[in-house]
């Protein structure tokens, strides 16, 4: 896949996770796979599951760094005995193999992700049979140096049946000195032959701490009530938290908490600088956020008169304006029956082409009418 084509496994505005230098909050998965490795029976398949945008992508390519650099038997010793076992991924990043990978080149990784369609000058939706078919000819030719060879998939989530029942076959006759690593963030819904074949890398949501050394190493400054923001806005997912903080996430959010902070009486300035955000032509991102942002803010709403606030605040005094509007479970209750309403009259608004302005206008009246019915 050429390089000016859009590549499936990477964030728009992060680096590809094969150029990201270090793994950030999942330092339990990465020693994981570094006692396996020591113990001398490294299992063939690995599955590294996560939520999305947590860096199971970079952990996969560092296992592949890691493993392709260093050759079967290596830690074997020989005449002076066996070296240490490692205790990071690290390698030298002008090692050889380092720098293959970084220029795309290394004969001994094979990448499954969703092939380029020339025709449609677009991805394809799905991981086809196809792809799985060219991985298994690749794999006819034996290695050049007798090394190991590494299948990275991103992601397991989007292969079809075909390609998954494909794929299975090589889980259970795999070529020798070769290891699978299947990125997936559902796989409860895989296939239940491919997870038992398969060791387990569980990925956990990053904390506002790491969340800002995330964002940091991707080229985005933050501050550190902007991180808290994040982490609490995309659910420790790296990758939403790029996407939120490259749409101005956390300041749409404050407006949104703000504007339902004069609740029942409406804030109507605030009401229509929200409108007129979301009227940007050819900014379909922001747009997008502005109607994720308000979907969020009545889920966390709901959850926080049901159970409370769901982990630190996402903007100033959220905490006090949720427990204002749902003091209680039944009123949590009311707000959530309403925000299902208002998501999906807003997909099916946007579907249609209506005008976003006019929706977020008509969404902002039901929940002035919501908060007034409350208090009453």
Known sequence: ????????????????????????????????????????????????AGPRGVGKATLAWRIA???????????????????????????DPEHPVARRMAAGSEPGLFRLVRPWDDKAKRLRAEITIAEVRRLKARFSLSSADGGWRVVIVDA??????????????????????TTLLLVTHQPSALLPTIRSRCRMLQLRPLGPGDMGAALDQAGIEVSPDEAQSLAALAAGSVGDAVRLSLNDGPKIYAGIVALLASLPRLDRAAALRLAEAATARGDEDRVNTIFSLLDLALIRLARAGAAGLPGPEAAPGEAEVFARLGPTPRDARAWAEIGQQIAARSRHGRAVNLDPAALILDTVIKLQKTAADRSA
């Open 1 to 48: 896949m050429s390089d000016d084509q859009p590549q499936p496994d990477r964030i728009d505005g992060a680096p590809h996770p094969r150029d990201t230098a270090r793994l950030i909050g999942q330092a339990a998965a990465e020693q994981s796979f570094l006692d396996a490795l020591a113990s001398g029976r490294l299992h063939h398949g690995w599955m590294i």
């Open 65 to 91: 760094r890691h493993l392709i650099a260093t050759p079967p038997g290596a830690a074997d010793g020989g005449l002076f005995g066996a070296p240490p076992p490692p205790e990071t991924l690290d390698i």
């Open 156 to 177: 397991m989530d989007e292969m079809n049946t075909a390609a998954a029942n494909a794929l299975l076959k090589l889980l259970e006759e795999p070529p020798a000195r």
